[in-house]
């Protein structure tokens, strides 16, 4: 009889090695010496620039050790200062591109240690890249089309954005990378949920007392910064954040959820009827019948809905100055009354835009007249007296892309909202989030509506709902479902 010794070979346990602690000394130290660095700068009247960069510094170092702290930033940013401002900054020095360097440094490092290209093989990053190409191609046949086209100036800016819109569409596909490849926990997507309804939030104190100080667009409520400077799009901005405090209500009662909730959707329900917007308030109507519906496993509260729907009424024909109602009732543009005011002005000008849309497409289907290119083209070759942008997503992929790019757009929310309803359905949905997946489904529907009424799939609102989309499927993919 032959007996079978199992033999462990291990290496002797070590004891752990302490962490490294900071000295105590240390702190004081580079306190004082950033104390003198700044009373010498204010000396010198180099302030503000050695401040500066002492923030800079800081910053650099928390995206090296957090990157996901990094997409935070940019997300902020892209949503406080999407047009021109201080924090944008000008040129290449901005504060977008250099988080976007420090970013992509950190990737590539990632990628050399693991070589691991999953967001490359992700469907709407696929599509993503497909659009950027057909862009490119559009933009050349343009070239070759419109021989004589020449840059003009309108009231404000350049008409012809094609430099400006192709940045954008790079930087945010960029923006959408990184998103996909630094975040991946719970705990990112709670953040990236929270500092985007943070965000848009601030338009709202922005737009209500530039209201009451009479700073507004022709008599409707604006913000004085980011999308929310223009009337519709801080309808928009609005509108898009409702499902989520509505559903973040809904999760878990308590008295401070309720009186937070209600505070801020009250809130900004008055803004929205503050900015004379139709399609704001054609909006709202929609977004209060899809809240009625239970999703993800949080209720909709149909009973509440109706009562928050008449306050929203209450507050229409009481607190609502009579000029934005009539704005709101002046939708005809083809009534012959040219009494009725600038709103039946603003829709003739967008049905008169849409034709000539149309016109575009008809002549130009498979590559349209070039991204950027709409305004100039509407001015010199279609003669076009607005020569205004298109207000309208869908015209506007379908002229400056051509058919290709509209398809694949449509594609891309077409995989986007299936993957919505992905999430809906996982078995391994975490309570603490079934209300960012409740809130998803309004959000795309009416993404989707108000797409029809505003240039905005170059938005960064489209990009931080589609990466919290992949993210949050990645996520659920990736945890084991623990069924009953």
């Not at 149909?302 to 928050?308: D, G, M, P, T």
Request: hydrophobic share 55%.
């Amino acid at each position: 009889m032959s007996v079978a010794l199992e033999q462990t070979l291990a290496a002797p346990r070590l004891p752990a090695a302490a962490p490294y602690a900071t000295p105590l000394w240390l702190w004081p130290v580079v306190l004082l010496g950033l104390g003198a660095t700044l009373v010498a700068a204010t000396y010198n009247g180099l302030e503000a620039t050695v401040l500066g960069a002492i923030i800079a510094a800081a910053v650099l170092t928390i995206v090296v050790a957090k990157p996901e702290v990094g997409i935070l930033l940019l997300m902020t940013n892209y949503l406080i200062a999407s047009y021109p401002t201080p924090l944008r900054g000008n040129g290449l020095i901005t504060i977008n591109n250099l988080l976007g360097i420090i970013l992509a440094v950190l990737l590539i490092a990632k990628l050399a240690q693991n070589l691991d290209f999953w967001f490359l093989r992700n469907r709407q990053v696929k599509i993503f890249i497909a659009i950027g190409a057909v862009l490119i191609i559009s933009t050349i046949v343009s070239s070759y089309t419109f021989p004589n086209l020449v840059g003009t100036r309108g009231k404000f800016r350049e008409l012809d954005q094609t430099t400006q819109m192709a940045q954008d569409f790079v930087t945010r596909l960029a923006f959408l990378v990184f998103t996909l490849n630094f975040l991946s926990t719970k705990t990112d997507l709670k953040r990236v949920v929270t500092v985007m309804m943070l965000c848009l939030l601030m338009v709202v104190p922005s737009a209500l007392l530039g209201y009451a100080s009479g700073n507004t667009v022709g008599g409707r409520a604006a913000a004085a910064f980011s999308l929310g400077t223009n009337p519709n799009r801080l309808a928009f901005l609005c509108l898009i954040q409702i499902p989520f405090w509505w559903y973040f209500i809904r999760a878990k009662r308590s008295t401070f959820r309720n009186i937070l909730g209600i505070g801020v959707i009250g809130s900004l329900i008055i803004t929205v009827f503050l900015t004379a917007s139709r399609s704001g308030v054609l909006g709202l109507g929609m977004i209060f019948y899809l809240l009625t519906q239970k999703r993800a496993g949080v209720g909709g509260g149909r009973l509440q809905i109706i009562a928050l729907g008449l306050v929203a009424v209450g507050i229409l024909l009481t607190v609502i100055p009579q000029e934005n109602l009539d704005r709101m009732a002046n939708v005809n543009p083809f009534s012959q009354n040219k009494e009725q005011g600038a709103g039946a002005h603003s829709t003739e000008r967008r049905v008169e835009t849409v034709e000539i849309g149309w016109k575009m497409f008809g002549d130009h289907p498979w590559f349209g007249v070039g991204i950027g290119n709409f305004r100039e083209v509407a001015k010199q070759v279609y003669q076009d007296e607005f020569f205004r942008p298109p207000h309208n997503s869908y015209v506007w992929a379908l002229t400056e892309g051509g058919i290709f790019c509209f398809l694949l757009y449509l594609l891309l929310f077409w995989f986007t909202w299936r993957d919505i309803k992905w999430i809906d359905a996982a078995p391994a949905m975490p309570v603490e989030l079934r209300w960012i997946a409740a809130a998803l489904s309004p959000a795309m529907i009416l993404l989707m509506f108000y797409s029809a009424f505003a240039d905005i799939w170059l938005s960064p609102v489209t990009y931080i709902i589609i990466g919290l989309v992949i993210v949050f499927k990645r996520y659920l993919g990736g945890r084991r479902a623990v069924l009953a």
